[in-house]
């Protein structure tokens, strides 16, 4: 078998294969009958280089895996995630920064680490990217060939300096903010989506009963503490996403099985409730919180 680096990777040569070299050498020199017993000195001697070796071969193994994505952990997987141009956000685990790095479960690759990179910057709390292959504007008014940064917080300079590291000249960017950027004394205009914050007033009627096991339903506080999560934790509505019935419903419904949502009504704030839904453009992104929701048994 062979050890250390090979094409399937690195093969580690762990403790009794030493040994057994170790030993096999030892009857090549002394002959078929030297004693190698654990307590004979030669056999204490074995076991002394033998277990060095192994300590060798561990620490061969974790310099060969520190250059690996799905081996690396802490600094050293950051070190990886400079060759792709990617900062760890804070607070991110290893686990989901590994994913970012190797683009796990991402079909539009250039995007993602566009993505990363913007939501790495001091002050962004938000971002979402968009590219329009087409030849035509999309439904979005998304020009052709061009891509839009949807964001929200972060510096201007450096969320120009980054878009301009990911998105190469003569591909488009679309918005309602230009950034001015100079690099190397070349300038060029970048295009962003400030999106408007537009909260939102929420009032939902629900009909709750105890779950199969018997255990008693939400209460309404903890029905809008529920629904507050889930719009505005990892994947909260997108820019130009309208409020709907269904987003409500799948928001409380996928959260609390024996909750139905009976009726959605909602508005732009303070506006009085009406039926939804609640359109949204382009430009805006609404903002939910629990404070502006309420729960309605029936």
Known sequence: ?????????????????????????????????VIQTPESPLGQL?????????????????????????QAEGVNLDRIAKLRLLTRAPGESDIDFRNAITNAGR?????SDLTQALSAIDGVTWVQTYVNDGDAADADGISAHSVAVAIIGG????????VRAYVVPGIGTYGNTI???????FCRSIKIVRPTIVNVTIEVEVQAQ???????????LAIAAGLDEALTGATPPRNGEDLTEFLIRQAVESRYPNVQVVDVKASR????????????NFF???AISADRITIIPV
Do not use: Q
């Open 1 to 33: 078998m062979a050890f250390g680096v090979t094409p399937a990777g690195f093969a580690r040569k762990r403790l009794p294969e030493i040994l057994a070299e170790l030993e096999e050498a030892m009857r090549l020199v002394f002959g078929p009958g």
């Open 46 to 70: 074995n076991g002394l280089f033998a277990d060095l070796s192994a300590t060798h071969w561990e620490i061969d193994e974790e310099v060969y895996n520190a250059l690996d994505p799905d």
């Open 107 to 111: 079909a539009r690759i250039d995007m």
């Open 155 to 162: 510096d201007d300079d450096e969320i120009a300096k980054t």
């Open 179 to 185: 950034l001015e950027t100079t690099i190397e004394g």
């Open 210 to 220: 105890a779950d199969r096991n018997g255990c008693p339903p939400p209460s309404a």
């Open 269 to 280: 704030s303070p506006a009085a409730v009406a039926p939804v839904p609640i359109a949204f």
């Open 284 to 286: 805006e992104i609404m």
